[in-house]
């Protein structure tokens, strides 16, 4: 039972990540918090780290499409990794029942955001050709990094607006070069959680092999999935998710 709990799960939270660039840590914590019973720290480590192997099969296929706008996610990257080592430091220092709260604040923005209008940016995909539209997205990237780093989020949600909106980016290569500014972000955060991680359960090792599986899925089926209508079964799922921790939090 434990075993097929975990590839479904594992493969789930692959799926969300290659299905929509983003989204996977908004139901890998809650799954590793109430399906394994993993405490909030664990959970949030463990969750940086499979967001970032989830988004990498997904950010290379991309990548090869030469969909990735490298500029931008280094401006991004940058600022966003920083974020989240600072974010994963102070962490330590903040009550769960805030960081809890600060979750659950998180996934409601997120369903906010699948449910209105995606914002329209110039679609040109400017270069990064001056320091003050870098210095946008360095300290975009930094606010976005510090909730990566507090709770585990790795800011899909917000990243590819952001580039639509400060960098004119068109969506899909918004998405495609969000997953990269996630994968530095995710692994940066990891770095931060490193010594809580829970390397002693070997259903961590089968959760990341599943993620990753998961993951190939989700890219070859977001060709063929209304996206409109994904987003909008996933905000749905993500209300669901945000009740449950309001309503019962899982134990500490």
Known sequence: MM?????????????????LGGGGALVSIPILLYAFHFPFREAVGASLLLVALGALPSLLL????????????????????????LGSR???????DLLMKLLIGLILLSVWRLYR???????????????????????????IGILTGLVGVGGGFL?????????????????????????LNAVSGTAGYWSVLPWYKPIFYALMSMTVIGSLLGFALSRKVGSQRLKQGFGALLL??????????PAS
């Open 240 to 249: 669901v998710i945000a009740i449950l921790l309001l309503v019962k939090p």
């Open 117 to 143: 209008p995606a914002p329209i940016g110039e679609g040109i995909n400017h270069p990064v050709n001056t320091l003050g539209k870098g210095l946008k997205l360095l300290l975009a990237g930094v606010a």
């Open 62 to 85: 991309y990548w090869r499409k030469q969909e990735v706008d490298l500029p931008a996610a280094l401006w991004m990257g940058l600022g966003g990794s920083f974020g989240a080592l």
């Open 90 to 96: 102070f962490a330590a220092f903040i009550p769960q």
């Open 159 to 183: 990243i590819v607006p952001t580039l639509i909106l400060i960098h004119g980016s068109e969506p899909r290569r918004a998405i495609a070069t969000s997953l990269l500014i996630i994968f």
């Open 3 to 19: 075993w097929t709990l975990i590839i479904f799960w594992g493969l789930f939270i692959g799926l969300i990540l290659g299905l």
